[in-house]
């Protein structure tokens, strides 16, 4: 089980971050989740939106090169130890996490919710799932 990341790619000046969030503010696009990550000369945007395929469209119309990537959403128990549970099953399957970020949730769940971007995510969704940890699919997220 996965849910869908749009990818942005944007220059690393002054106002280019502005002119992406204005973009998505303009048509009323609803961002559940956000990380940023630069270099030198460009940054990636990552994005968990409630409209993967609208968002795809209004970052294309202005002139935004994005893609869209599968990744994992997990309910992490928002207790000490929450997150090391999760990453010691991964860990026991022999799985990557290549990079992860928190999102926002609701204000009355007692869990965190993370974005993992895993080598396998069919294996990972699946020993999750299997050690009682929740998946979150795309619906789900957008409801949070």
């Known amino acids: 089980m996965s849910v869908k990341q749009i990818s942005v790619f944007l220059e690393n000046r002054p106002g280019c971050l502005h002119e992406m969030t204005k973009?998505?503010?303009d048509n009323n696009i609803d961002?559940?989740?956000l990380s940023l990550a630069e270099?030198?000369?460009?940054?990636?945007?990552?994005?968990?939106?409630?409209?993967?395929?609208?968002?795809?469209?209004?970052?294309?119309?202005a002139g935004f090169i994005a893609s869209i990537t599968d990744v994992i959403a997990v309910e992490v128990p928002n207790v000490p130890?929450?997150?090391?549970?999760?990453?010691?099953?991964?860990?026991?399957?022999?799985?990557?996490?290549?990079?992860?970020?928190?999102?926002?949730?609701?204000?009355?769940?007692?869990?965190?919710?993370?974005i993992f971007r895993v080598n396998d995510n069919e294996s990972a969704s699946d020993s999750l799932m299997k050690a009682g940890v929740r998946i979150m699919n795309q619906e789900t997220l957008s409801a949070l």
């Not at 409209?51 to 795809?56: C, E, K, L, P, S």
């Not at 399957?93 to 769940?109: H, R, T």
């Open 39 to 61: 270099t030198s000369d460009f940054g990636i945007v990552r994005l968990i939106v409630d409209d993967v395929y609208g968002t795809a469209n209004v970052l294309k119309s």
């Open 81 to 114: 130890g929450g997150l090391n549970k999760v990453l010691e099953i991964l860990q026991g399957v022999n799985i990557n996490v290549e990079y992860m970020y928190a999102i926002l949730g609701n204000q009355k769940s007692e869990n965190a919710y993370i």
């Open 23 to 25: 973009a998505l503010a």
């Open 31 to 33: 961002m559940r989740g």
